[in-house]
């Protein structure tokens, strides 16, 4: 039996076929299935002779209606949707590079019975945040997430002592350096604007800052710093003066 057959046979046993009874003219379960499927084996990216890294985090957009009709099983469908992935990921020695998301949204220019699908590879993310009483004037954001950048600075890469631990197959174990400095070359910031460095710590695949492999660079609001897979936005936060 087939990897989708017996992703049909779990869902219908999950809700008692009536899933099936109510999508009968709209969208298919196994049809998103065999979609995100593809998604894996079209994105499938070689990691060596024997892992490739694939997406882990999925949109299905869908029209209004069949949204709407999908809602009171999205939660059992993502599951079997989940577990189907993850066998097929296995037979083909595929490897996510964290927890596999899937969320479904309306799209007002698909009409009924049909989808599309949007993909990419977030790596899971662990920030070991540190204690004082400075006030944070810069964040590193990672897949939605903002990490405060506070002096010295902070390490990032996939080993466990880091600041900020980024489960990516093309992250170094210690990977890169964000350094905060002033104007007057200190690391303590001081009355002036914060400026922030990003230093390559002799990582495998190098870094790049907005699309430039560099080894060190100066970053601005906004800055986009890639780690392997993986893209660290810088955020300067505007001060607050007490009152």
């Given at each position: 039996m087939g990897g989708l057959q017996r992703f049909e046979q779990r869902l219908e046993q999950a809700i008692s076929g009536v899933f099936a009874r109510t999508f009968r003219s709209a969208v298919q379960p196994v049809e998103i299935a065999a979609a995100l499927q593809r998604e894996l084996d079209n994105k499938a990216q070689v990691l060596s002779r024997q892992r490739r890294l694939v997406p882990n985090s999925f949109v299905v957009e869908l029209s209004g209606g069949d949204l709407e009709r999908l809602t009171p099983y999205d939660t059992a469908l993502e599951s079997e949707l989940t577990e189907q992935l993850?066998?097929?990921?296995?037979?083909?020695?595929?490897?996510?590079?964290?927890?596999?998301?899937?969320?479904?949204?309306?799209?007002?220019?698909?009409?009924?019975?049909?989808?599309?699908?949007?993909?990419?590879?977030?790596?899971?993310?662990?920030?070991?945040?540190?204690?004082?009483?400075?006030?944070?004037?810069?964040v590193l954001e990672v897949n939605g997430t903002q990490h405060p950048l506070q002096a010295p600075g902070l390490v990032v890469g996939r080993g466990s002592e880091t600041d900020i631990r980024i489960n990516d197959p093309g992250v170094s174990r210690?990977?890169?350096?964000?350094?905060?400095?002033?104007?007057?070359?200190?690391?303590?910031?001081?009355?002036?604007?914060?400026?922030?460095?990003?230093?390559?710590?002799?990582?495998?695949?190098?870094?790049?800052?907005d699309g430039q492999k560099v080894a060190r660079a100066t970053l601005r609001d906004g800055s986009r710093v890639q780690v392997g897979h993986t893209s660290l936005v810088l955020r300067l936060l505007e001060e607050t003066p007490d009152v």
């Open positions: 993850t066998e097929h990921a296995e037979l083909q020695s595929y490897v996510f590079p964290g927890p596999i998301r899937i969320a479904f949204e309306p799209a007002e220019d698909l009409g009924t019975g049909r989808f599309r699908v949007r993909s990419q590879a977030e790596a899971a993310v662990t920030g070991h945040a540190r204690r004082g009483n400075q006030r944070t004037r810069a210690r990977h890169a350096e964000f350094l905060i400095t002033t104007p007057t070359g200190t690391t303590t910031p001081g009355e002036g604007p914060v400026h922030v460095e990003v230093h390559d710590m002799g990582s495998t695949n190098g870094i790049r800052v």
